[in-house]
């Protein structure tokens, strides 16, 4: 009973924990000059998040969150965390500088 109780919390609790993080503008990266979407790195294990949520309901919880908390948006080529909107003053800067393509999806390459 215990076992179908932690199941069903987790079900419910999984997707309002994970919310996700990601912009929804395009971004262009200060580290490979690439311009485009970004994506989110969070630090969680599914396999320790899974033995922590089977161990009881508040150590997963706080490990979902915590991994929520520490997760960020970055590069979606190099992963690197220095990104700016493409839109911005820095950013139209940057997209000149790496005389870059600036159709969705494209990435970018350097001269
Ligand atoms: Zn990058």
């Known amino acids: 009973m215990h076992v179908i109780l932690l199941i069903v919390a987790g079900l ?19 580290n490979c000059g690439s311009i485009g979407r970004t994506v989110v ?6 396999w320790v998040e899974l033995l922590l949520w ?15 908390h520490a997760a960020y948006n970055a590069c979606a080529r190099c992963h690197a965390r220095d990104i700016v909107p493409v839109d911005s ?11 870059t393509d ?10």
């Open 102 to 111: 600036v159709t969705p999806g494209v990435q970018a390459t350097r001269q």
């Open 41 to 46: 790195i969070s630090p969680s294990n599914f």
């Open 54 to 68: 089977c161990s009881g309901l508040l150590p997963g919880v706080v490990y979902t969150l915590w991994c929520n």
């Open 12 to 30: 419910v609790l999984w997707p309002i924990l994970h919310v996700s993080k990601r912009l929804k503008d395009k971004v262009i990266c200060r």
């Open 89 to 99: 003053p820095v950013g139209q800067k940057l997209a000149a500088e790496h005389s």
